[in-house]
Nanobody, 121 residues
Framework: QVQVVESGGGLVQAGGSLRLSCAAS????????MDWYRQATGKQRELVAS???????KYVDSVKGRFTISRDNAKNTVYLQMDSLKPEDTAVYYC???????????????WGQGTQVTVSS
C-alpha cells in the first residue's frame, strides 16, 4: 500500500509565504514525476508545478518566479515553497506522484488528500 500525505497549508496574508510538503510512504520501489496541483472553488484542478526524479522542473505561468518545487528522493518527499502569495493562489493543493511498488511494476498515479491554502487580501 502507498500513502501520499500533504501538510503545510494554512491562512496567510497576501505577500506572505508558505511551504507545503508531501510525503509518500509504504511499499515504494521508485517515484518518477511528483507534481503539485491546485483546485479553487468552482474551478478545474490545474497543474501548478512538476519535478522529475532528476530534478527537472516545470511551472504554470501564473506562479513562475514565486513558487519553487523541490524534492528529497531519499525521503520520498516533494516540497512547494510559495512566496509572494496572492489571493488568487487560494485553493486546495494536491500532491500527485507516479509510483512503482516493485522493480517490475509499472508506475501508478497516487494522490494526496489535499491541503487548504487561503491567502487573504
Amino acid at each position: 500500500q502507498v500513502q501520499v500525505v500533504e501538510s503545510g497549508g494554512g491562512l496567510v496574508q497576501a505577500g506572505g509565504s508558505l511551504r507545503l510538503s508531501c510525503a509518500a510512504s509504504g511499499s515504494i520501489f521508485s517515484i518518477n514525476n511528483m507534481d503539485w496541483y491546485r483546485q479553487a472553488t468552482g474551478k478545474q484542478r490545474e497543474l501548478v508545478a512538476s519535478i522529475t526524479r532528476g530534478g527537472i522542473t516545470k511551472y504554470v505561468d501564473s506562479v513562475k518566479g514565486r513558487f519553487t518545487i523541490s524534492r528529497d528522493n531519499a525521503k520520498n518527499t516533494v516540497y512547494l515553497q510559495m512566496d509572494s502569495l496572492k489571493p488568487e493562489d487560494t485553493a486546495v493543493y494536491y500532491c500527485r506522484g507516479e509510483i512503482a511498488t516493485t522493480r517490475s511494476a509499472s508506475p501508478r498515479t497516487y494522490w494526496g488528500q489535499g491541503t487548504q491554502v487561503t491567502v487573504s487580501s
